[in-house]
């Protein structure tokens, strides 16, 4: 009898398919080696150990804008300092810079309303212009109705009929 040969055209997908159930395997079990002897790693015991360690961190070493929370499980201690899990460390931003990074909630009611971006330098000019003729023509309808107080004039000083600041401590006579 001749062996059963199988022809090379039908053989590549399924040794490929192969291949990469072994290579996708072997990723997986690396990193479960990775992942147990990270577990198992002692602390360091000296700063030099610590100072870029993967795992570990000492609040001496970070920047000005991270810090350690939660603060409860310290690990070890190197001259009386914590050592930290490097998983406790929180990048900080400052109110700009959450803007920036547009790190907000927008409420539901807001979603059908986007934000209107106002991209030119003249768009904004004529947008301020408006603004300013508005609150113009809103003061001369405030003149022309007499302030609003029925002609008795805006209410304070003398000659408004009102009676005036009230003098303080210091006032004389």
């Known amino acids: 009898k001749a062996p059963h040969r199988i022809t090379g055209a039908s053989s590549a997908p399924h040794s490929q398919s192969a291949v990469a159930a072994v290579a996708r395997n072997a990723g997986e079990v690396e990193d479960?080696?990775?992942?147990?002897?990270?577990?198992?790693?002692?602390?360091?015991?000296?700063?030099?150990?610590?100072?870029?360690?993967p795992l570990w961190v000492m609040e001496r070493f970070l920047t000005k804008t991270q810090m350690i929370h939660p603060r409860h499980p310290v690990k070890g201690f190197?001259?009386?300092?914590?050592?930290?899990?490097?998983?406790?460390v929180q990048d900080l931003r400052s109110a700009e810079r959450w803007k920036i990074e547009r790190r907000r909630k927008v409420l539901?009611?807001?979603?059908?309303t986007?934000?209107?971006?106002?991209?030119?330098?003249?768009?904004?000019?004529?947008?301020k212009a408006d603004k300013e003729a508005n609150k113009k023509a809103q003061a001369s309808?405030?003149?022309?109705?007499?302030?609003?107080?029925?002609?008795?004039?805006?209410g304070r000083g003398k000659s408004g009929g009102g009676r005036g600041r009230r003098p303080g401590p210091?006032?004389?006579?």
């Open 170 to 173: 210091r006032a004389g006579g």
């Open 78 to 88: 190197i001259g009386g300092e914590c050592v930290f899990p490097r998983t406790c």
């Open 32 to 53: 479960f080696e990775m992942d147990t002897k990270a577990l198992t790693e002692r602390v360091p015991t000296t700063l030099s150990e610590v100072k870029n360690h």
């Open 114 to 127: 986007p934000a209107a971006r106002i991209h030119s330098r003249a768009a904004q000019a004529r947008l």
């Open 141 to 154: 309808l405030v003149a022309e109705n007499g302030g609003g107080l029925g002609g008795r004039g805006s």
């Open 108 to 112: 539901d009611t807001q979603l059908p």
